[in-house]
């Protein structure tokens, strides 16, 4: 069954760093817009980075500079490298994928995304 599996979440102190992983697996991605989302406690979720299949990049502001989406075809898996971690970057974080769809230069909607991961927890105390 193809599905999604994040791991490398944890506790950190502000400043701190962490890599998020996210592998694909029962499928491997083709043309796949591909993306990391995250939701704090009593907020909605919100796109965080998204990696198009020509490379191209996306953020949002508040984590340019401190993290970076990237893809390793040859292990089928998506990686979100979080540096200078702050407090507010405390959520859980979810990668999504929606094959043959691009996404350059902007980072898509929850509902253009049909497969998803568990989510992985990510908390930064300070």
């Known amino acids: 069954k193809e599905k999604l599996v994040e791991s490398g979440g944890g506790s950190v102190q502000a400043g701190g760093s962490l890599r998020l992983s996210c592998e694909f697996l029962?499928?491997?991605?083709?043309?796949?817009?591909m993306a990391w989302f995250r939701q704090a406690p009593g907020k909605e979720r919100e796109g965080v980075a998204a990696?198009?299949?020509?490379?191209?990049?996306s953020y949002i502001d508040s984590v340019k500079g401190r993290f970076t989406i990237s893809n390793d075809n040859a292990k089928d898996t998506l990686y979100l490298q979080m540096n200078n971690l702050k407090s507010d970057d405390t959520g859980m974080y979810y990668c999504?994928?929606?094959?043959?769809?691009?996404?350059?230069?902007?980072?898509?909607?929850?509902?253009?995304?049909?497969?998803w991961g568990q989510g992985t927890q990510v908390t930064v105390s300070s």
């Open positions: 029962g499928f491997t991605p083709n043309n796949d817009c």
């Open positions: 990696f198009d299949s020509t490379g191209m990049t």
């Open positions: 999504a994928s929606e094959p043959a769809f691009s996404c350059g230069g902007w980072i898509p909607t929850e509902a253009d995304f049909g497969y």
